[in-house]
T-cell receptor
């Protein structure tokens, strides 16, 4: 499976600021996704990062709050904008390899104070 | 709305026992099904995938799929304390590209 890295691994941020999370994959992948996992909860899909075009957002998530870039087939960024304590979560990058299987990066643990 | 349902647990089993984890899904057209293991503080790790009705075995793990009943299960034989984790069921809906996850079942194996 692909090796996926994320930066930063964790951060503590102040309310009202923004944080950009990077996801790097060691091989080219067509499908990349961003998920959020709030404390004690399961994974919620934020968006599909499309290479060369705008991301596709799930219901409840908007581009102004979670802008995503996908400049090539190995890299994506997710920005969490104008943060509030409710944004405290683990943010996970995921890639699809082959037609079905998805793999996850190590995650970014974000705490907003 | 596409849904994946799991009992949240915790499911507690003694070491050496069989742990049985269950999952149901709402979209009858779903074609691929997965089990992930997530240790506390870590990201989900893919441990089993199943695409057709019946059983699929991999070491101590067996995944079972019944599409007519829209039911997926994971059996862990000879459970070990190291199996203590949250197990997430995930489904690929027919028109979707990303997996939909259940809330997970927490398994505790006592020695």
């Amino acid at each position: 499976s692909a090796v996926i890295s994320q930066k930063p691994s964790r951060d503590i941020c102040q309310r009202g600021t923004s944080l950009t999370i990077q996801c790097q994959v060691d091989s080219q992948v067509t499908m990349m996704f961003w998920y959020r996992q709030q404390p004690g909860q399961s994974l919620t899909l934020i968006a599909t990062a499309n290479q060369g075009s705008e991301a596709t957002y799930e219901s409840g998530f908007v581009i102004d709050k979670f802008p995503i870039s996908r400049p090539n087939l190995t890299f994506s960024t997710l920005t969490v904008s104008n943060m509030s304590p409710e944004d405290s979560s683990i943010y996970l990058c995921s890639v699809k390899q082959g037609p079905y299987e998805q793999y996850f990066g190590p995650g970014t643990r974000l705490t907003v104070t | 709305q596409k849904e994946v349902e799991q009992n949240s647990g915790p499911l507690s089993v003694p070491e050496g026992a069989i742990a049985s984890l269950n999952c149901t899904y709402s979209d009858r057209g779903s074609q691929s099904f997965f089990w992930y293991r997530q240790y506390s503080g870590k990201s989900p790790e893919l441990i089993m995938s199943i695409y057709s009705n019946g059983d699929k075995e991999d070491g101590r793990f067996t995944a079972q799929l019944n599409k007519a009943s829209q039911y997926v299960s994971l059996l862990i034989r000879d459970s070990q304390p190291s199996d203590s984790a949250t197990y997430l069921c995930a489904v690929n809906p027919p028109a979707g590209t990303a997996l939909i996850f259940g809330k997970g079942t927490t398994l505790s194996v006592s020695s």
